[in-house]
């Protein structure tokens, strides 16, 4: 089956141009002007059309259970909300329960994952620390071809692991050419200042921001670059919602780390007053951590967008119903954690920073697939519009406008946390490696239509920061058979 993408613009991060595009078995075969369509192809017309990457969303959690009860879109649900708003594939994490092997929490998920409708890929947690986490984590990363470990800094008496363990932890991810994530928030003074905040009888939703300031997230991503730069791995930090926590990311990429920082949607325009909202459901809709924040840190994030020292967005599509948030009706620590978002996030970004001026439209590409890509190792399978890459593909209008709302979402849950947003740039049509998976509004993917992505390996140079060379230069020269004065 061919079809001929024919009359529009190709937007790569790098390059724009007016090109067509011909795609066989799932992949692109040929881009380039006036191409000839073979006997059969079904000719699609993209005239006045952007023909991008579909979007990646390194960041969701379906079917988690977390915090007493199980997040509402499955693999199913989420990847065809995912699909309906231009992305083509996520990366979901595997979350062992403290004490749970890797290799079981592995088979959970492929077990789960097995009716997704996109494609996916899998970041591996560490939730725990003792010699069968370190052997497991050689088979997550050769067997499964998993190459990225998750560390959760906060959630205490849950999934939090503290500074031992994430030394261990990173130190083996470097030895395996691996890179470790991090959920950046000292666990032990959210902890703290919860109780306090409920011993002053503060129990409604704004608690939940009260009780995680950004000092919480900057002091956890100083603390965690800092421990990836002495065991000699890079660093990929998760959710980076703050000025803080931004600020500690720029300073150690200057200083030739290479760290990672991945702003979400919801952090780039929501703030912290939604909080403050008189409607209990509305707030707790919105109760994620880290929490939105004031607005002047979301300057910040646009800017490290803009520069390059932040390179991601995601949305760490964690949904929740209404009936499932009051859980916390009397005690904010107990609200599940977790907002939406899969299906908004490339028309939000569009709307928000490339119709604002803030970002290109390469650069919209490079945030939302390419940087995903390359920094997960999977490109140019994915992240491009070229010849030999996967045709996932979005063609987007950039003057195609609607309001979001609930009521015509994918998404499974009852509410949508920006209901009400007009947006302005949404995809016409989606292709999943070839196939169209959703056409102005007609949902064509089916369960089990996505595939595992492997990603291997990153190469050894990936892998050696400043302090680490420091303190293994005698190591690191006897090993390379290099003699210096
Ligand atoms: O509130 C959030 N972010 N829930 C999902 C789990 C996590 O911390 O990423
Ligand atoms: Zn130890
Ligand atoms: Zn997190
Ligand atoms: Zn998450």
């Known amino acids: 089956m061919s079809i001929l993408i024919r009359g529009g613009t190709v937007v790569n991060h790098?390059?724009?141009?007016?090109?067509?595009?011909?795609?066989?078995?799932?992949?692109?075969?040929?881009?380039?002007?006036?191409?000839?369509?073979?006997?059969?192809?079904?000719?699609?017309?993209?005239?006045?059309?952007?023909?991008?990457?579909?979007?990646?969303?390194?960041?969701?959690h379906m079917e988690l259970m977390f915090m007493g009860t199980v997040s509402a879109?499955?693999?199913?649900?989420?990847t065809k909300a995912a699909l309906s708003g231009g992305t083509t594939m996520i990366v979901d994490f595997c979350i062992p329960a403290p004490k749970q092997s890797m290799l079981a929490a592995y088979q959970d998920w492929r077990r789960k994952s097995e009716k997704a409708a996109s494609d996916y890929s899998f970041h591996m947690a560490v939730t725990w620390w003792d010699k069968p986490v370190f052997d497991e984590m050689e088979t997550v990363v050769k067997t499964y071809g998993i190459n990225t470990f998750k560390h959760f800094m906060a959630y205490k008496?849950?999934?939090?692991?503290?500074?031992?363990e994430l030394y261990h932890s990173f130190s083996r991810c470097a030895g395996l050419g691996a890179m470790p994530l991090v959920h950046a928030e000292n666990g032990d003074v959210v902890f703290r200042m919860q109780a306090d905040l409920l011993a002053q009888g503060v129990t409604g939703p704004e608690g939940h921001a009260y009780s995680r300031p950004p000092e919480v997230e900057g002091e956890a991503t100083n603390r965690a670059i800092m421990i990836a730069d002495m065991a000699g791995c890079p660093l990929y930090v998760v959710h980076t919602s703050c000025r803080e926590a931004h600020e500690a990311i720029k300073r150690a990429r200057e200083a030739g780390k290479r760290v990672y920082g991945e702003p979400l949607i919801q952090h780039l325009t929501l703030d912290e007053d939604e909080y403050r909202n008189k409607d209990w459901d509305y707030a707790a809709r919105r109760v994620m951590s880290p929490p939105f924040r004031p607005k002047k840190h979301q300057d910040s994030l646009w800017a490290g967008l803009q520069s390059g020292s932040l390179q991601v967005v995601a949305t760490d599509h964690c949904s929740f119903t209404t009936e499932q948030k009051r859980m916390g009706a009397k005690d904010f620590t107990r609200i599940p954690n977790g907002t939406g978002g899969l299906e908004d996030r490339m028309p939000m970004l569009w709307t928000a920073g490339v119709n604002t001026g803030r970002l290109t439209k390469e650069e919209f590409v490079a945030v939302t697939s390419a940087n995903i890509a390359r920094i997960l190792n999977m490109y140019p399978k994915k992240g491009r519009v070229d010849v030999g890459s996967d045709a996932d593909l979005v063609l987007w209008d950039p003057t195609r406008s609607k309001t979001i709302s609930a009521k015509t979402q994918v998404s499974r849950i009852d509410y949508n946390v920006f209901e009400g947003y007009q947006v302005t740039g949404l995809p016409v049509t989606v292709l999943s490696r070839g196939r169209i998976a959703w056409k102005d509004g007609d949902l064509r993917a089916k369960a089990g239509d996505g595939e595992f992505v492997r990603r291997d390996p990153f190469p050894a140079a990936h892998v050696a920061n400043s302090t680490w060379r420091e303190i293994n230069r005698p190591r690191a020269v006897k090993r390379a058979g290099v003699v210096t004065p």
Do not use: C
């Open 157 to 164: 008496g849950a999934l939090m692991v503290n500074d031992d």
């Open 14 to 60: 790098d390059h724009s141009r007016r090109a067509d595009v011909l795609i066989e078995g799932g992949q692109i075969v040929a881009v380039g002007e006036k191409l000839e369509a073979p006997g059969k192809a079904e000719i699609i017309d993209a005239g006045g059309l952007y023909v991008m990457p579909g979007g990646i969303d390194p960041h969701t």
């Open 73 to 78: 879109d499955d693999f199913e649900w989420g």
